[in-house]
């Protein structure tokens, strides 16, 4: 193994240029630092920070400089070498430890507190107490309720009540910390059982144990979560609970319905990470569970991507970028329920939060989809036409909305040529999977049957659109039916 992909060095590049400031006067320090001394290798080390890879960095360059004049056949400078490269990586093991655990101030609470229980100073520990229910507060306000942080307290509460022999107390903290406790268990349970529904169903894997299906097919899962009603944990209980019987069921709707109804009811007292989260497994059983497609479930999550625009819920954090997908899929809702006003607006808000180099392309694009819907065709072609393909993550829906372009125009070889072009990118294309590729290859071949009977005299033309629409309807894969079953509404 080369020095540069040693474990040192590797962690050494994850750090950033405070922390390795902060490494520094750790390293400095005597009361952590015992045994050999590792700063003149980290000295020498932090020249070549971040990358470890200009300035010749290498192991030779490292000994040369450690022992002047030592090369790699000098064993005993190489030695001295490893040894410190040995140490180092001990002492910025423990650095990152002590970091961690100083910037915590939860973990730190419940650390004195247990010593204070350790130590006997009884008298102390409702002052301390306080401070650690107040320092919760803020990290639960960022991440969510932390039942597993209360369970800790709650079990140094029940032991504090014993001690000071307050029975009534230690027991009602026992049930509390079985609460906590409990409560993640079911929501870790439910959760997990909601992923291995989805790994089957949509990534066709194999589980190997069915230790979670068991547990719930042995548990009454209703009974159970109902003990937890006006508890700070009923929410998320019911919402895991409705969303595994959605999942496991195939079409239960009503508990669909329920789970969304719920997340929405009670979205003002979940923190922002807590939002993205149930706003993107919403998002995600709509266009994964709801098909085919239709004109109601769609207007559901047309104003359920509304509702997570205005609580600004497509991102974790100012900081970030709006994802493209999610974009995307905004665009995609509002041009299939025509909401072509509302989508021009959120072009010019919204495309500034996009990455730099996505922006130009995917609001280009996204004109061109809403142009095409008001039967701009030519501003649209103008539009797409402009579009850099290259730099497009979504190369399929570019060439698609070209076709509808090619079609409404009248322009049947550049139509054609288009239709060859997507038929080969589909083949390899890492955006599909087996079953999405089948849709757009079947797509591709009714496209072609209209572009063909578009342009036919036969006398029959009436009648063969009929039988085209019935062979499309008959199709249960098929992309861009909408569109196509309107196109053959035309010629009938």
């Given amino acids: 193994m080369e020095y540069k992909d040693t474990k040192l060095i590797v962690f050494l590049r994850t750090l950033t240029g405070n922390e390795m400031n902060e490494l520094e006067k750790f390293l400095s320090s005597p009361y952590h630092i015992r045994g050999r001394d590792p700063l003149p290798l980290f000295t020498i080390l ?223 007292q979940l923190s922002a990470l807590e939002l993205v989260y149930y706003y993107s497994e919403l998002t995600n059983m709509y266009q994964t569970r709801f098909i085919p497609v239709n004109p109601v479930t769609k207007r559901e999550l047309f104003e359920l991507l509304r509702s997570c625009i205005e609580d600004r819920a497509y991102k974790i954090s100012d900081e970030d970028f709006m994802h493209p997908l999610f974009y995307r899929n905004v665009i995609l809702c509002a041009d299939y329920l025509q909401e072509c006003e509302w989508a021009y607006g959120f072009i010019d808000k919204y495309s500034s939060e996009l990455r730099p180099e996505l922006r130009d392309n995917l609001s280009l694009y996204s004109r061109a989809l809403i142009d095409y819907r008001l039967g701009k065709y030519e501003e649209s072609l103008s539009n797409i036409a402009k579009v850099k393909y290259d730099l497009v993550a979504f190369k399929s829906d570019v060439k698609t909305l070209m076709l509808r372009i090619f079609f409404e125009l009248k322009l049947e070889d550049q139509a054609a040529a288009m239709a060859d072009s997507a038929r080969h990118y589909i083949k390899t294309a890492r955006e599909f999977n087996d079953h999405s590729r089948t849709g757009y290859r079947n797509f591709l071949n009714f496209y072609m049957k209209l572009l063909k009977l578009r342009v036919s005299d036969a006398k029959s033309k009436s009648e063969d659109a009929r039988i085209l629409g019935k062979e499309m309807d008959a199709e249960k894969n098929l992309i861009q039916r909408k569109w196509l079953m309107e196109k053959i509404g035309e010629m009938l």
């Fill in 46 to 268: 932090r020249k070549y920070h971040p990358d470890f890879s200009k300035n010749g960095f290498s192991e030779d360059a490292v000994l040369r400089e450690l022992v002047p004049g030592a090369g790699k056949d000098n064993k005993n400078a190489l030695n001295t070498l490893r040894s410190l490269s040995s140490y180092l990586l001990r002492a910025v093991e423990e650095f990152l430890f002590i970091s961690d655990v100083r910037n915590s101030n939860t973990l730190r609470n419940r650390t004195l507190l247990a010593q204070l229980l350790d130590r006997n100073m009884i008298r102390s520990y409702p002052q301390y107490l306080k401070s650690a229910y107040e320092d919760l507060r803020e990290p639960e306000s960022r991440k969510g309720l932390d039942n597993m942080e209360r369970y800790y307290i709650e079990k140094l509460n029940s032991r504090y009540s014993y001690i000071t022999m307050e029975m009534d107390d230690y027991f009602n903290h026992n049930m509390e910390y079985v609460k906590h406790l409990s409560a993640q268990f079911w929501i870790d349970l439910l959760a997990n059982a909601k992923s291995r529904i989805l790994g089957k169903d949509n990534h066709n894997i194999i589980m190997k144990n069915s230790f979670i299906e068991d547990i719930i097919a042995k548990t009454d899962l209703n009974s159970i979560i109902s003990l937890y009603d006006n508890t700070a944990n009923e929410f998320y209980l019911k919402f895991h609970y409705r969303l595994y019987l959605f999942l496991s069921s195939g079409n239960d709707t009503e508990s669909f319905h329920i789970a969304r109804d719920l997340f929405l009811k009670s979205r003002k």
